[in-house]
């Protein structure tokens, strides 16, 4: 049976839905995202933002929209941001639409002012973004605004039309208010942003009034068949905005106003609470879509955050909770979900685990995905996998994810791949970084990549490890070095101690570690390993000579860490020089000064890159993938491993 596997069905997911007068022909949509791949002069849609939403098409979702786009140069928020405001546009638009449908999904387009958070810089403005009160930015990388008058509000209600009428006028089938994250909409609705005292401020019906404006101009733009569908704050997770139940209102008046469709959305820049970290489990934000429909929402729900799980949105759907599956991130890492799930393998879906690398980027810079490689490349053929010319012998160190990754590629190319792993099971650090708090679901990418790898025909061989002489013995054509980092064992005197663990077998339970623990180092895994640790009930010292510690950890994450070490007592010390350490402890010099640390154990986490063996073998740095090149993350190891695996 389609969309059957190992006793999940995902029939609710596949079934047509129906938004307005359209039926789309399953319930999952792709959520907007500002790619930053538009014209930065002109905001016209590029080749490259065609090919990026098309490869959502071909995936399989029902619904794919198109990334928020600007109603009015001053609600640009970024460099390379969709245009909408002017007709000129329509052209782009409507080849961006048409190739959608072509490739069988409904178009939809989504029109967005992001108001207080604009930078009118990149529209060539020299102007303050505009917002419901005058207020400063809480995030540096945002600028003050200024109030806005009721002219200029009456003038914005009218370009969301306009911006409609285009998006209409190119070809696409639905329209999308963007009415989220703090950006114009939200601004009005949210309390702590809308501190008026006039007809649009105050009462939740006066906060209400902008967004029902842009209803009422955005329906007599488009006509009254042509769906609408709103994007709308359930929730602000944020000390003064606007509780859960005012929202739930505003979701019965949107109705109320004629919207066909509603997305219930979680949080903002400023929240106080995360949304979508790996703290949130898959489904964790549903209960704000149930509390929409038992206050009498008929209109349908759709919703994203967190949902990366089908078997999480497949029940939610069943359940009537949603009406349709939205995602964002998920569909970034793997845009064939639906395709997968409709082909009965959902165990071939890349997982996204919210590790929020790629995709929270400085809004100049460029986005990428730590699980998948052609992200924001979907034009480049080079970067299909496509039969080799020539089969090769394929030798693989290394069963990590660079080496499964390399090996996967290398086999679907056809080459004869071995993949060897010294320890008795792949998977590498993901094995170890999944036993640490929050971070479980990196066992199921490990799984991923081994069910790709035996998918692929790799044959794998545990328990040997390679050297020169089993490469010699073999004599692979290729040989792809994946061998993960080594442990960077400070040179201090009593380093060798009894009382010194590494962090890999504390990790994997292989150490015994006492009451008060030291940690030494200040990237990612030492941060993890001492959460774990503390979670455990030990009493930990983070000691790092790093000026900050969490290096390597997305600032959408490491928030939450050091809201959690303050609330236990976690201490941590930065800029520290490890001097020794004793039978009692560690001794580091902080800003001159020599500190003591009573502890009953120093875990060792620091680590360096590991090329002994490409060295002898005379590997070439194409064919050395991931930690054991220099110690990163997952993202590096996957893509190095692709490229390794295309290039064998
Ligand atoms: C606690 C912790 C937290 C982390 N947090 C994050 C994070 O938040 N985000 C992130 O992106 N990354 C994180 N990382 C790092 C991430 O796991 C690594 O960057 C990634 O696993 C590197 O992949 P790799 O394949 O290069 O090496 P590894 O995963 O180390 O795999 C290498 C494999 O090669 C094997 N091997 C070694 N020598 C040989 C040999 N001679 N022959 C055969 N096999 C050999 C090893 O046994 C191992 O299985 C964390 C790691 C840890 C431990
Ligand atoms: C890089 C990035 C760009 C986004 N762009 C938009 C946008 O243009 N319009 C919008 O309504 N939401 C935007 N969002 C929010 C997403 O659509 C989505 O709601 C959010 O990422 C949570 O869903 P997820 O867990 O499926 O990723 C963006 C999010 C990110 C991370
Ligand atoms: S970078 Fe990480 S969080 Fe972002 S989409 Fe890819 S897998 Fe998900």
């Known amino acids: 049976m389609k969309g059957t ?44 933002e065609i090919n990026y939403l098309v490869e959502k098409a071909k995936g399989g979702a029902g619904i794919v929209t198109a990334q928020g786009g600007y109603v009015q140069p001053l609600g640009k928020g970024y460099p390379r941001q969709m245009a909408m405001d002017r007709d000129e546009n329509i052209p782009g638009l409507r080849r961006l639409a048409t190739a959608i449908k072509d490739h069988g999904a409904m178009a939809m387009c989504q029109i967005m002012h992001v108001g207080r958070l604009a930078h009118p810089k990149y529209a060539g403005l020299d102007e303050m973004p505009v917002g419901p009160t005058a207020m400063e930015p809480m995030i540096p990388r945002f600028e003050p605004c200024r109030e806005i008058s009721r002219e200029e509000i009456r003038e ?28 114009f909409i939200h601004s009005f609705l949210c309390a702590w942003s809308n501190k008026r005292t006039d007809e649009y401020g105050g009462s939740v019906e006066n906060r209400a009034r902008v967004c029902l404006e842009i209803i009422e101009a955005v329906r007599a733009a488009v006509g009254p068949d042509y769906p609408i569908l709103l994007r709308l704050n359930a929730t602000d997770l944020k000390n003064g905005g606007s509780p859960e139940e005012e929202y739930t209102r505003i979701a019965l008046m949107c ?46 729900i759709m919703m994203a955050y967190r949902m990366s799980r089908a078997e999480v949105a497949e029940k939610a759907i069943a359940e009537g909770i949603i009406d349709f599956w939205e995602m964002m991130r998920p569909l970034m890492a793997d845009p064939y979900i639906p395709r997968k799930l409709e082909e009965g393998r959902p165990e071939d879906i ?50 990590g994810p660079a080496g499964m990754e390399a090996a996967r590629v290398a086999a679907l190319r056809g080459h004869e791949v071995t993949l060897y792993e010294k320890g008795d099971r792949l998977g590498g650090q993901l094995n170890l970084l999944a036993t640490t708090p929050n971070w479980e679901e990196w066992a199921d990418v490990a799984k991923y990549f081994v069910t790709q790898v035996k998918k692929a025909g790799v044959k794998v061989v545990l328990g040997r490890e390679v050297t020169a002489e089993l490469v010699e013995r073999e004599g692979p054509d290729r040989v792809i070095i994946a061998t993960g980092p080594v442990l ?67 600032p959408t994450i490491i928030i939450g860490y050091k809201i959690r070490f303050r609330m236990i007592g976690l201490n941590a010390l930065r800029n520290a020089e ?8 560690v001794v580091v010099t902080h800003k001159g000064e020599e500190k003591a640390f009573d502890v009953d154990t120093v875990v060792i986490a620091t680590v360096r890159r590991n090329r002994g063996l490409a060295e002898r073998l005379g590997v070439e740095k194409d064919f050395i993938a991931g930690d054991c090149r220099a110690p990163r993350r997952v993202f590096s190891a996957v893509h190095e491993g692709y490229d390794a695996g295309l290039k064998a």
């Open 156 to 183: 914005i209600v009218r370009l969301h039309g306009e911006a409609a009428r285009r998006g209409k006028e190119a070809g696409f089938e639905a329209v999308d208010i963007c009415g989220i994250n703090g950006y």
């Open 488 to 554: 960077d064992v400070p040179d201090v005197p009593g380093v060798h101690g009894k009382n010194v663990v590494s962090v890999f077998d504390v990790l994997a339970e292989k150490a015994d570690v006492g009451r008060r623990v030291a940690v030494w180092g200040g990237r990612h895994f030492a941060v993890y390993t001492a959460d774990k640790l503390a979670a455990r009930g030990k009493e930990v010292t983070l000691l790092t000579d790093l000026p900050k510690w969490g290096r390597g950890i997305s």
């Open 5 to 48: 596997k190992e006793g999940l069905v995902f029939e609710h997911l596949l079934q047509p839905g129906r938004i307005g007068q359209i039926t789309t022909k399953n319930r999952i949509r792709f959520a907007p995202q500002i790619t930053n791949m538009c014209d930065p002069e002109t905001g016209e849609v590029t080749e490259r």
């Open 350 to 399: 890349a997982l996204c685990v919210a590790c929020n690398y790629g995709c929270f980027v400085p809004a100049e810079s460029a986005q990428a995905c730590t699980m998948n490689p052609r992200f924001g490349k979907e034009g480049d053929e080079s970067l299909l996998i496509k039969p080799a010319p020539v089969k090769r012998k394929v030798l693989v160190a290394g069963g």
């Open 255 to 300: 109705q109320e106003a004629g919207v066909d469709a509603l997305s219930a959305t979680v949080g903002m820049y400023e929240s106080d609470l995360p949304a979508i970290t790996s703290d949130i489990k898959p489904g964790h934000w549903l209960y704000l879509a149930e509390n929409w429909k038992k206050a009498g929402v008929k209109v349908p």
């Open 578 to 585: 490890l001097e020794r350490i004793t039978d009692t402890g």
